[in-house]
């Protein structure tokens, strides 16, 4: 089995792929970046990239042996909230162009979309299930609604084999700050256990959904694995995930790492990201997707001592 990752270089591209390399039958692994990234995993099964997916043939050549083709890539929320053409660019006219690359394999690959609970905005019923309908409230989010109806509309041509992920926000992402509305997720937990300060822009009551990099990369591999058959005509899968509270991960913080850890935390409000994140839904119903045997954390201080056991530099400060 022959992958190719778009977003490879990005933290969830790089572990996905030392996943699948774990993982019988693989072979060739592409990674596809419109940046340049630094050395693979040193495994000559794996080829970086630094691709341009709006060419036609860059996006030929990137899948035309992919068994499986992983869309990752993507312009964050909060960026595509502020320059709406990168984000048409990237989020929408790169995914089309991904998958005209993939339908003209003739091969019908599997095509594993990441999208969002940022396609979902009020009025938001008490618990969101497979059938509530998307109502984005941001650039990001419609952008991915609509590269989801690609996604699905290609299967049901029988071009690809469609699978569209809707992952929970993913919690703690290592590496710097980014552009995402929710980049406070992690950035209240992980710049705490480096000693620095951090800044939460929304409610501590502000409940969220959150997933583990464990948990994200595991599910990501698994839809992989799925027929077709399995998925029926409903190509789109809310994935689990936890509800929290914002101030519940503060207390988890003081619980695994100290009471001066978590006091590092200050609360200032940022309107606008308080208006984007407190549009999406916090409260699932994902039984589809546990039966289809998609995993799930359980509890939000397994997150904090998964990033830790991750990164010794956090542990470090954690123990001084």
């Known amino acids: 089995m022959n992958v190719a990752i778009t977003g490879g270089g990005g933290f969830l591209g790089r572990r996905l792929s030392q996943a699948l390399l774990a993982e019988k039958g693989v072979g060739r692994i592409v990674l596809l970046d419109a940046t340049p990234m630094g050395p693979s995993s040193g495994d000559s099964r794996v080829e970086t990239r630094c691709a341009n997916l709006l060419d036609p043939g860059v996006a030929r050549s990137a899948v035309e042996a992919a068994d499986v083709i992983f869309h990752l890539a993507a312009v964050v929320s909060g960026q595509a909230e502020a320059e709406f053409d990168l984000g048409m660019s990237v989020n929408l006219d790169a995914t089309r162009s991904l998958l005209e690359a993939a339908r003209a394999t003739g091969r019908q690959p599997k095509f594993v979309f990441s999208s969002s609970l940022a396609v979902f905005g009020p009025p938001l019923p008490e618990t969101v299930t497979d ?28 071009f690809v084999d469609g699978r569209v992920l809707r992952l929970p926000t993913v919690c703690v992402r290592p590496g710097a700050p980014n552009a995402a509305a929710s980049s406070f997720v992690s950035g209240i937990i992980r710049e705490p256990l480096h000693g620095k300060r951090a800044n939460c822009p929304v409610d501590p009551d502000t409940e969220l959904w959150l997933s583990s990099p464990r948990a994200a990369v595991a599910n990501l591999v698994h839809a992989a694995s799925l027929p077709g058959e399995a998925l029926g005509q409903g190509r789109i899968i809310n994935l689990p995930g936890i509800t929290v509270r914002v101030c519940e991960m503060i207390e988890a913080l003081a619980r695994v790492a100290g009471r001066g850890v978590a006091d590092l935390v200050s609360f200032n409000d940022d309107p606008g990201v308080r208006r984007i994140v407190s549009g999406w839904p916090a409260r ?14 359980h509890d939000f201080s397994a997150l904090i001592r998964d990033y830790l056991a991750r990164d010794e530099s956090a542990s470090a400060v954690r123990r001084a």
Do not use: M
């Not at 309908?133 to 650039?139: E, F, G, I, T």
């Not at 699932?284 to 954390?297: I, P």
């Open 284 to 297: 699932f119903d994902v039984s589809r997707a546990l039966d289809l045997g998609f995993v799930r954390d």
């Open 131 to 158: 059938e509530t309908a998307v109502h984005p409230r941001s650039s990001y989010g419609a952008q991915k609604a609509v590269g989801e109806l690609l996604v699905t509309d290609f299967s049901r041509r029988g």
